[in-house]
Structures are given as structure tokens and as C-alpha cells.
């Protein structure tokens, strides 16, 4: 169901679940609000258990001030009215503290938001205000000056992140994306300086391509209802484990006719559906449908590689840090994560927006994943189970790298141990 046709609380209620599922508020932090049609502010109640919230929990502010419910408003309530009076465009507003922004706000900085094309376009105008007392006046005052300038998206020093949107779920995917953004700078600085993307660079990942023509599918075949069946809980595993979040990664499957199944763009991965899956034959789209503007990617390796039928475009933040700093990701760690990456290259940018087919070369046997500099990482299989099971060795090999840091140097597999590898599990190259 789309949250259109959700009850203002039951879409704070999901949204708040998430929030709270994914460690990104504790049960006392965060507030979340909806300005309905009428022009009633629906809110978290004020101290209620984040992790127990039921509908009747949530509080509705009518216009003339009334209040409706069994609890108290939040304590923050003056600050999201005072947004909703300056900005008449904004329907939600969401604040909490998650724990990577917090590291950014109690230094007193903000996460970069140009290591990665996605965030930027997603996060939009940024800005660090002040330090005031949580529910003061003060505060409120704070915030919806700068929602007054026309930003959406306001850092709190020394407290978290306040944001305005049409939608409390775009209001979501811009929060979630700015926490992603905070803890993926955090690990990749483990490593070493990042790389941010110059403008030029910048220019080149813009979707100048058209839409493509669209057809109506007549009958649907066994084999791209199983697919649509089974692609799907892999795009909501991968969310539930970190690999993904709801703003990005695109996954595909290529059916037996040479037609492609992949996500459609824009959507929230975690509220995917098999029928949101988009078909794409000859070039032409299912009518209605958006597919992921990295198509030209995955069409161009099932082009390049007959034995390849699952194509993911992921960016879990642990390899990320290896993709917006100059360290060399080497998978030759343990056998398990060697076997199934590959001596891994990384690509630059470009590549993956400008030159798929180039890009889709670099998967010559036997690569079967790349890193996209400051973008994400390819990974592909015969199946999806297959492709999925390499994005989850890619980034917890990343991962091991990254804890390995304070306990002393890698030793890599040595290359006569890996010929070894290859001799015992029949790897013919
Ligand atoms: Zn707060």
C-alpha cells in the first residue's frame, strides 16, 4: 500500500518502527509529525515507549489548538508547527538522533554529502545551526528561520537532525540516507582521506537519457512471475541486513526470453512488491513503469556474459569505504571471500554512467564483481542467490578489513597459496 492511502498514524507508526528497528533512535529520542489536508498536525506522544507505539499512542493537534488523544504531544510540537507555519509546501517533519549524525553534530561538523552522487541528490540543501536547549523556544526559533530560507534539511549542534518533506516517507528516505552518509565518512576515514567527487565529475552521473518507450505485457510467463517472486526477498533481506537502503541499490534478473526484471526507480526498496517490478523487452518498458536509471549497466552485462542471469548494483558502507578512498579493496583474505570476488578492480565513476559497455567488459571471466569509484559496487551470479551471496561476502570482507585496523597489518593470501585455491576448487582461471 502506498502511503497515500495510509491513516496519518498508522504512517508515523511505520516510519517510527523503522526508525527504531534500525538503531536510529533510542525509545525516548526523536519526534515524528504529518500535516493532514484539514491542516490537523498528527504526533508522537511524549514519553511512550518508541518500541511498543500503537495507533491510539499517537496525538492529533487540531487547528485551533485542541488536543486529541490519550497522551501528551511531543515536547518538540512547538518546533514542527512553527515549520509548518513557515512552509506551507512541507507535510512531515521527522528529528531524531542517530547515532553516525550524533558523531558529526557533538564535533560540531556535518557529514559530507558529496562522496556519493545518490546522497546529494537525495539530501538536497544542507545546513548547521546552533546549539539550544531541546524544546525551547529558542530552538524552535532556530530551526524555522532556516526552513523560513528554504531549506529542508537542518543539523543540529550538539543534538541530531531536524527534517521537513512533502511526505514523512521522503522525509525518511532523506534521514536514512543522511545516516548513511555520516557512518560511511566515519569508516572511511578509518582508512585513509576521502575523495569527494568534483563538479565536472558530478555532471557526468545526471540522467540525460530520454524515457524509453513503454509496452503493454499480453501474458505473463511462469518464468517472470517466479522471478518477480523470488527477486524480492533478496531487495528486502539485503535492506534488513544494511546492504541497501530504502533510497538505493538496483537489483535484476534476466529471463529465459532475454528480457529483464529489474527495480523500479525512485521507489522505497524495503516496501517493494513483485508487481512493482518493472519488464523491460526490446528495449521497451512496462507501461506505467519507471525502470532503475542504472538499466544501461545491467543490460550491458547480460550482453557481455551469456552466464550471468542476476545483476546487483549495491553500496553497503563498509566496501564503500574502500570506494571513496584510494585504499585498495584485495579480497585474497580468507579462501571464502577470494573464491567468490575475484581479483576485484575498481572503475572510475564515469565509466559506469558514461560507458556501460566498457564497464560491462571489465567482467571478463573470471571478475565477477567491480567497484564503481564514489558509486557502488556490481555484483553478478547465475542466479540472484548467487549475486546476493557476493554482495554479503563484499561487504563483510570489507567489514573484517575495517576491524582489522587496530590489531596490526593484513597478511594476504600469498600467490602460491592462491594457485592452491584454484587447484583445489577446480577454478579454471
Ligand atoms: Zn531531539
Redesign the pocket.
Known amino acids: 500500500m502506498t502511503y497515500e492511502y495510509m491513516h496519518p498514524a498508522d504512517q508515523l507508526l511505520a516510519v517510527m518502527q523503522r526508525i527504531y528497528d534500525r538503531k536510529m533512535t533510542t525509545t525516548s529520542?526523536?519526534?515524528l509529525s504529518i500535516r493532514d489536508a484539514e491542516g490537523n498536525i498528527w504526533i508522537t506522544p511524549a514519553s511512550i515507549d518508541k518500541g511498543t507505539l500503537t495507533r491510539r499512542d499517537i496525538v492529533c493537534v487540531k487547528p485551533s489548538g485542541e488536543i486529541v488523544g490519550i497522551h501528551k504531544p511531543s515536547s518538540?510540537l512547538p518546533f514542527h508547527a512553527s515549520v509548518y507555519r513557515q512552509r506551507p509546501d512541507l507535510n512531515a517533519v521527522l528529528?531524531?538522533?542517530p547515532p553516525g549524525l550524533v558523531a558529526f553534530s557533538i564535533v560540531r561538523t556535518m557529514p559530507r554529502l558529496d562522496l556519493v552522487p545518490a546522497v546529494g541528490k537525495i539530501v538536497g540543501k544542507t545546513v548547521l545551526s546552533a546549539y539550544a536547549v531541546?524544546?525551547s523556544e529558542k530552538l524552535g526559533e532556530i530551526i524555522s528561520s532556516y526552513f523560513n530560507k528554504g531549506y529542508n534539511v537542518v543539523f543540529?549542534e550538539n543534538?541530531?537532525v531536524c527534517i521537513g518533506d512533502r511526505s514523512i516517507f521522503d522525509a525518511f528516505q532523506k534521514f536514512e540516507t543522511i545516516e548513511y552518509a555520516a557512518r560511511l565518512e566515519i569508516e572511511a576515514r578509518r582508512l585513509g582521506a576521502v575523495r569527494p567527487i568534483p563538479e565536472e565529475t558530478l555532471k557526468t552521473t545526471r540522467n540525460e537519457g530520454g524515457r524509453l518507450p513503454s509496452f503493454r505485457p499480453e501474458k505473463r510467463s511462469a518464468e517472470e512471475l517466479a522471478a518477480r517472486r523470488d527477486m524480492i526477498p533478496f531487495i528486502h533481506r539485503a535492506y534488513d541486513q544494511g546492504l541497501i537502503i530504502s533510497s538505493f541499490g538496483s537489483f535484476s534478473c534476466r529471463l529465459p526470453d532475454g528480457s529483464v526484471l529489474i527495480t523500479p526507480s525512485g521507489a522505497d526498496r524495503r516496501l517493494l512488491k513483485p508487481e512493482d517490478l518493472v519488464l523491460v523487452r526490446d528495449g521497451a518498458a512496462e507501461e506505467g513503469k519507471t525502470p532503475s536509471e542504472s538499466l544501461p549497466f545491467h543490460r550491458a552485462v547480460y550482453a557481455k556474459k551469456p552466464d550471468v542471469s542476476a545483476v546487483i548494483l549495491a553500496k553497503p558502507k563498509n566496501l564503500m569505504a574502500f570506494a571513496v578512498t584510494d585504499t585498495v579493496f584485495d579480497a585474497r583474505t580468507i579462501p571464502e571471500s577470494y573464491l567468490l570476488l575475484r581479483d576485484i578492480r575498481k572503475l572510475p565513476l564515469e565509466t559506469l554512467y558514461r560507458d556501460p559497455e566498457g564497464a560491462a567488459a571489465a567482467l571478463s571471466n573470471p571478475v565477477p564483481a567491480l567497484i564503481f569509484e564514489n558509486d557502488s559496487i556490481a555484483v553478478t551470479g547465475e542466479t540472484i542467490l548467487k549475486a546476493f551471496d557476493r554482495l554479503e561476502v563484499a561487504d563483510a570482507t570489507a567489514h573484517s578489513i575495517l576491524l582489522s585496523r587496530p590489531l596490526g597489518d593484513i597478511v594476504h593470501i600469498h600467490p602460491e597459496e592462491v594457485d592452491e585455491i584454484k587447484r583445489v576448487f577446480n577454478l579454471t582461471d
Open positions: 529520542g526523536g519526534n518538540e528529528h531524531a538522533h531541546p524544546g543540529l543534538h541530531g
